[in-house]
């Protein structure tokens, strides 16, 4: 998943024009972006609009923000849209890496009543919401087999810790976030899960997306959030490997195949180790998911 789209759950028209902005999946957000009086309305459209996309052959991921669990609308949320087959649930607000056991352990149950198949349903967790969790990051390793993705948020942290701002007056983050930026990056990769940047909050400012998300597919991100339809194509490209660097990690993955016992080449006049080998693997691997080999 390279962009991910957040589109609120109770309003049909932003659904549809999410649809066609060609991100890799779409949050459909029963959170922030919807009003307490508007949280069932919001269930039951997110699920009808899932049951009537899921069989298409192309279409993005289909993810649903729920509520944070330290609420009461969460559990209902998972009963509103589980039966229609998510493909995954993001979970706002952890205190740790026990808050995705507890919802796995929801999904299975939700699964089970819907008859779907048991862990289908996978896991996006923000992990850098509350300043807690910045202190139980690493109980997200093995926290559950359905975790798919890591994220972080600056917004919700910096509202809590109480900052004037999150970043410099020239656009970079400041320490604090820099941190909760970095956490994420090496806790997703220690889980086995996909690290996605977080949200770049001005959709008009262009230049400053490309340019962040540019620095994060560089630190080892895979993937970013997006909050208009407008920054889908910038984003995409971000995290689509070239051409060149396709054909480069091909090379390398030739040639420790042709010496498996090498534990170094040499390419075009470069030397290549064995950690050459895994980045030029992960570089092909998200080449094939963007449709690039």
Not at 106 to 120: D, S
């Amino acid at each position: 998943m390279r962009s991910l789209l957040f589109v609120p759950g109770d309003s049909d028209r932003k659904i549809a024009k999410a649809l066609a902005a060609g991100a890799d999946a779409l949050i459909l957000d029963l959170e922030d972006s919807v009003t307490a009086d508007r949280k069932a309305a919001a269930r039951e459209m997110t699920r009808d609009f899932i049951a009537s996309v899921k069989p298409r052959e192309r279409r993005p991921r289909l993810y649903v923000r729920i509520n944070s669990l330290a609420t009461e609308d969460w559990s209902a949320d998972l009963d509103g849209v589980v039966p229609a087959g998510p493909d995954g649930i993001m979970l706002p607000k952890p205190r740790s890496g026990e808050d995705v056991h507890r919802l796995s352990l929801a999904l299975g149950h939700g699964e089970e009543r819907a008859g779907l198949v048991q862990g289908a349903t996978r896991i996006a967790a923000i992990a850098t919401e509350l300043p807690v969790c910045l202190l139980n990051m690493g109980s997200f390793v093995d926290a559950s087999t359905r975790l798919e993705a890591l994220t972080w948020g600056a917004e919700d942290l910096s509202a809590e810790v109480g900052s004037a701002a999150t970043r410099e007056a020239g656009g970079a983050f400041t320490s604090p976030y820099r941190l909760a930026r970095d956490l994420c990056l090496f806790t997703a990769v220690a889980a086995g899960a996909q690290p996605i940047d977080t949200v770049f909050i001005d959709f008009r400012d262009q230049d400053g997306l490309r340019a962040e998300a540019a620095a994060a597919a560089r630190d080892g991100f895979t993937g970013k959030l997006a909050i208009h339809p407008d920054q889908v194509e910038i984003i995409n490209a971000a995290f689509t490997p070239s051409q060149r660097e396709i054909e480069r990690a091909r090379g390398i993955v030739a040639m420790f195949a042709a010496s498996p016992e090498a534990g170094v080449i040499s390419l075009n006049g470069q030397m290549y180790d064995r950690p050459h080998l895994t980045r030029a693997k992960r570089l092909l691997e998200r080449a094939g998911v963007a449709g690039r080999d």
